[in-house]
């Protein structure tokens, strides 16, 4: 007799079909079902307690890792800010204006050196590191959710070294990484269920995030949408737990302001919405190009003692590009907030920057260096809102450049990451200011999500993971006939 759910509950197929409930596990306190006698979990999202257990060992361990990750990330956002204080020089203010105003050739040596010392720290960490595990996004999809604690601390530690020098590279990999490390030194203490460890490692990494951009809601659905897979109640929970705890915990360093400060409230207008249309497509066919760049990079990326030369070499030619366009320096929060204020030069520059910005963010990932990709990728994505806003206000002008920007970024890191929601609830977090521009930005990020899904299918995270070796962990399954490498 064959199978078949229908609205959530699983129907049996026959002239008379029978309606086969769904079990809790647990059973809640009261046991007594409401007077039409239908279950609880016939709420699609909250059932799959059984799945990942939430016991109250689970629950402490909640908030045992948002404490640590609050800590966590607070610690190695000094240690960055140490970094580019001791590089730039400057005691105040923000790293990319302070890299703008830095001597040309003081950027160009600070990447020198830093390339110089990276390199062999990398290979030396590896090295001593051999067979153990810092891949937060290849352990929760691929395996058990188990983090070496020391490789990771020694990868955010460079990572962090790496972006305060001005690498093109994401702040918030560090912190992610050690939210789940964290995360799977305490599963395997208390000795978790392989689900949970996943499940407790997800939250982790996304607390990371959530602390250091003061992201608590992005955070969790970063956790759910992106690192676990799931958007169910008994996985949201915990994520938005871990998050909050973490945000706040990070506050004792961190500010509570939004990342990207003073941006105006942009009103929603007619000529915002049409511009969704032309630009959502279009921008999710730069995200499909960009997403196969990162791929490329990361299968070449420099291993072995290739990786002793290959940050040198990547950072001198950042380094000397920085000395005509300073704004290729670090993650790119700088220039998205200038986008965000319809800021950005000549059109000239703005293409240039376009190109370059993922052009550099690409060679440093295939240096061999581990970076975030979050920030090159909404920079980019805000830089070419504005240019293609300027462009539209000559067709139909009353909307400020900056709004035009605000949506394309929304559309560029939804489309890319492959995860809408938390893409959408970061840009409102990040800003604070942009919410009535939600309307636009759900259809600009719909529009280029469905572009790249059916067009190629990867995400700038899947499309970085190393090349499957099931000789390297016994555990995992063979890759599926048909499944593209």
């Known amino acids: 007799m064959l199978a078949d759910k229908v609205g959530g509950v699983q129907w049996r197929a026959g002239r008379d079909p029978e309606r086969v409930p769904r079990v809790r596990s647990p059973q809640p306190l009261i046991s007594t079902r409401v ?13 799959g307690d059984d799945t990942a257990p939430l016991t109250p060992i689970f629950w402490l361990l909640v908030v045992l890792v948002g404490v640590a990750t609050g800590l966590m990330g607070a610690a190695l956002m000094w240690v960055l800010r140490s970094f580019q204080h001791l590089f730039y020089g400057y005691h105040g203010g923000s790293f990319g204006v302070a890299a703008d105003h830095a001597w040309p050739v003081r950027r160009l040596i600070v ?15 590896r090295r001593v590191t051999a067979g153990e595990s810092s891949d937060l996004d290849d352990e929760l999809w691929t395996g058990t959710g188990k983090l070496s604690f020391r490789r990771s601390l020694g990868t955010s530690v460079l990572s962090e070294f790496a972006v305060g020098a001005g690498a093109s590279l994401g ?21 978790l269920t392989p689900q949970q460890r996943r499940l407790l490692v997800a939250c982790g990494g996304g607390a990371g995030m959530g602390a ?22 008994p996985v ?68 072995g003692r290739w990786l002793l030369v290959a940050p040198l070499g990547a950072f001198t030619i950042l380094g000397v590009l920085a000395l005509r366009y300073p704004l290729l320096l670090g993650n790119g929060r700088y220039p998205a907030q200038l986008a965000f204020l319809g800021i950005g030069g000549s059109a000239l520059t703005l293409l240039v920057l376009i190109a370059l910005k993922p052009l550099v963010t690409a060679m440093c990932v295939g240096s ?23 462009a539209w206000t000559h067709l139909w002008p009353g909307s400020p450049l900056g709004a035009y920007a605000v949506i394309a970024a929304a559309a560029m890191i939804g489309s890319s ?11 409102v977090e990040l800003t604070r200011t942009t919410d009535d521009l939600i309307v636009a ?40 006939a048909g499944e593209r490498l």
């Open 368 to 390: 061999g260096v581990t970076g975030g990709l979050f920030t090159p990728t909404l920079a980019t994505g805000a830089m070419l809102g504005l240019l293609l806003g300027r």
């Open 35 to 47: 007077r039409s006698g239908r279950g609880a979990t016939e709420q699609p999202n909250a059932s």
């Open 111 to 125: 990447l020198v050196v830093a390339g110089a010392i990276c390199g062999p720290a990398w290979y030396v960490l």
């Open 212 to 233: 250091v951009y003061n992201v608590p809601l992005g955070g969790a659905l970063i956790a759910a949408e992106l690192l676990y897979g799931s958007l169910a109640l």
């Open 171 to 191: 702040r918030e990999a560090a912190p992610k990484l050690m939210g789940g490390a964290v995360a799977s030194v305490l599963a395997t203490w208390r000795d």
């Open 441 to 480: 930005m759900i259809a600009a990020t719909v529009l280029a999500a469905v572009v790249v899904r059916y067009l190629d299918g990867y995400s700038i995270y899947s499309s970085r993971l190393p090349k499957r070796s099931d000789s390297r962990r016994g555990e995992r399954a063979a890759t599926p």
């Open 236 to 303: 949201i929970l915990p994520a938005l737990a871990c998050s909050w705890i973490a945000t706040a915990v990070s506050w004792i360093y961190l500010p509570t302001t939004a990342t990207y400060v003073s941006i105006p409230s942009y009103p929603l207008r007619a000529t915002l919405v049409v511009f969704t249309f032309v630009a959502g497509p279009l921008i999710g066919l730069v995200a499909v190009g960009y997403i196969r760049l990162i791929g490329w990079v990361s299968y070449y990326r420099a291993a």
């Open 417 to 427: 990451m492959q995860a809408p929601l938390a893409a959408l609830a970061l840009m």
